[in-house]
């Protein structure tokens, strides 16, 4: 037990540098290769899918300075989970827990996966043509080449491993979105290519429900400016990083997107943008001659930053779940020495592999969304409540005005709102595994006591997965028992929420 | 292994403060040990038995890393319509980019 200072594992292992990596490293990725064309499809117009794309940064900059005012005056991991349950809405956050991790996170590693093993068939398909029977187990074959070296990965030290890795990963990211802006500037400035921009609001679709299904997609896009919440307690003087990583990360992330939108725009007309099925590829087939086949390979090493982002953020969730008993104990399983909570991310990784051969994805993201948008939709609920009740202020907070919280409330309602005018299955859909996840909650987590031999089997497993994994179990220390006053506040609103 | 889950459903149950918290200074004056502590984790994982199926794991790690590069590059290599003569190539060039 006893052991000296030195030898204590530092716990704040992401500086500033790293936090940005991990920021612009989430957010750009995936989306701006699926989400063009259908935003451009909601859209209908160059002008106005460009003018959705500054929107969503706009929503997504109020959302990111809500959840900064939250990760500093709540400094746990685990993102929306940690928040809800400091509220005390327990079982909201275990359902919303259920069901992101076994549904919308290792959903979103799955697309990576895929969409990287994508470039790369896509890339040799000028050498080779693969037959398109054996398209759908190449692309996973590929893609799960790459995801399984990035486990190990995460399972040594964020700050000398996971964290160097993604700063590269980021930087190589920003010089291939590079490549492309450059090329299409090029051609607007100096081959005076604006034909496409003539007349830009020609074929808008005004209709509400259409651009809501548009900001949708572009918030796919933006999706992860929150990610530096799920390792909240990992973070190095979290009130100066936090923000500053979440405004560049938005604001960096923000200028590629709008930048290579413009460069595609250059050389490709609306209808090609519909009918590519990869849209970085067939501008580069046009702009860059020889050096076009180098482009695929170079979006997949984009790829390879954006599934290292989410195997961060995924694995903190699952194991700030274990740690309050509402994920299996094996998962709070930590390497001593690097702080890695190795079990969870092998858990990720497992349930993305066998998330990426049910059927479609995209349509598995659309269901996700809605409940990923209902769970910051609460957050944002108890934030404001707390927030006007001025429980949440800390000495050492990152304050933001009220009406952010506010505004970005709104922005969550009407994104889960509209959508279900156009497609109510999401909403049946998002419900149902919510409802889904509560269920759980019921069974496993609520009783009081649970039978002997379950209690047996779980610390047989949890010493299994010890020794193969080489992982200790810490306990938990809960946030709420630090703070007489704001405990019994939140208790006493517990009580009303459970009456409903 | 009961009292901690006692302590957790006592917090989700959402009793009374008092009751709550004596639960709470319970647990943390005798937090039960679950699974192995540290030094004990360190004893038992070099015992032999257990040497022997950690390095099984980690083999079975890189195993299974070959088998999904391996099935890739032979769906690359035998299953496309024409087999170039500089096949080698691209396999050389993907293995490079990962």
Redesign the interface.
Known sequence: ?TESSSEIPQKHTIGLITAISYTVGDIVGSGIFISPTSILNHAGSVGLSLCLWALCACISLFGALSYVELGTSIRKSGCDFAYLSHF?W??LASSFMWVSTCLSYPAVLAIQAISF?EY??T??DS?????E??RF??YR??G???L??LM?LNFFSLKKVAGAFQIVATAIKLIVASIIIITGLYHIIFKQQTQNFKNSFTGSDWNPGNLVLGVYSGLFAYNGWDVLNFGAEEIENPRRTLPIAAISGIAISATVFILMNVSYFSVLSVEDFKNSPAVAVTFAERTLGDFHYAIP?LI??LLIGSMNTTIFACSRYMYSGAQ??VMP?PL??IH?RTRSPRLAVFAEILIAICLSFIGNLDQLISYMSFALWSQRTCTQVGFIYFKLRGTLKTQDSFQVPIFVPVVFLGICIALLVIPITQNYHVAIYGVSMTIGGAIIYLIF??????P?FL?KI??SI??F????F????E?YE?ST?EEFEE??EI?DY??KF?RF | MRTDSVTDSCCSSEYSYCSCDCVKQRKVAEVPQIGYSLDELNAKREEPKWRVARYTAIAMFWGIWGALLAGSILIIVLNNHDVASTTAAPTTTTTNGQ
């Not at chain 1, 987590?445 to 649970?450: E, Q």
């Not at chain 1, 997965?465 to 193969?468: D, K, L, M, V």
């Open positions: 037990m005390g327990r079982p093993g790369i068939v890339g040799l050498w080779i043509t693969i037959d029977n054996w187990m190449t074959l590929v799960f080449s790459m399984w070296p190990l390979f997949s090493l309050q008993s104990t709070r399983g001593h987590i609520f009783p009081n006591t649970l002997i209690h779980n610390n949890v010493k997965a010890q020794i193969i080489n992982c200790v179990i306990p809960d028992v405990f019994e208790n517990s009580k459970h």
